[in-house]
């Protein structure tokens, strides 16, 4: 499997099927938000975790992938997503804005991400969420969870690995925090910085949780 970020909650993920590789994008963004969303992703799965200019930007994404953007089982390709209501804390116009938690299992391995959250994970939220292996979690606080409750969401949780997303990168029009404030505000931080992360399910750390930063 190999998995490269976009920005903002954005990822592309490459998985191996019996039927050949899988593509899933998650959240892909509009270019309003000081990013450009990159003009050439093509997917066979689309994962749309809230409905802001950060993730909406389904139009982007070519090659007619099957778009998730309710909660429910789903099997695409041989590739298993589950989509978990998990509105959030802060409100729109209609109340609570929605938004979804996706897991994600194959080749053996369990994902998650959880869109835009920005509170820690009631108790049936993370009924749904056990036994993760890859963790994508918003750390940059303002409209998502701050490095201290992400600190909180991971105790709950308990990946093997951590890739952090929604942080400030150059160029972006809102104000982020840094990955440096999320790791000083974990703690014990065990940080590889790269482009792409492969990995396998040998690969996975047995012992220590791994935080893996990916560049854009």
């Not at 942080?167 to 925090?177: D, I, N, P, S």
Request: net charge negative; hydrophobic share 40%.
């Amino acid at each position: 499997m190999q998995i490269s970020w976009n920005g903002f909650s954005s990822f592309e993920i490459t998985t191996k099927t019996a039927g050949g590789d899988v593509r899933l994008v998650t959240d892909p963004y509009q270019n309003s938000t000081g990013l450009r969303f990159p003009r050439t992703l093509e997917a066979e799965v689309l994962l749309l975790s809230h409905d802001e200019e950060d993730a909406n930007n389904r139009e982007a994404v070519a090659g007619h992938p099957y778009v998730i953007d309710l909660p429910g089982e789903f099997e695409v390709r041989s590739v298993f997503v589950f989509g978990v209501s998990a509105p959030l804390k802060r409100e729109g116009k209609g109340g609570r804005l929605q938004n979804l938690i996706f897991r994600i299992e194959t080749e053996g391995m369990r994902l998650a991400h959880l869109g835009a959250l920005d509170r820690e994970l009631t108790d049936e939220e993370l009924q749904k969420l056990e036994n993760i292996d890859i963790l994508m979690i918003p750390v940059g606080g303002g409209r998502v969870m701050d490095p201290k409750v992400a600190a909180e969401v991971i105790s709950q949780i308990e990946p093997r690995v951590v890739i952090p997303m929604s942080h400030a990168v150059e160029g972006m029009k809102e104000t982020l925090g840094s990955v440096d404030a999320f790791c000083k505000a974990f703690g014990t931080c065990r940080r590889e910085e790269m482009n792409k992360y492969k990995v396998t399910r040998k690969d996975l750390p047995e012992d220590d949780m791994v935080i893996v930063s990916l560049t854009r």
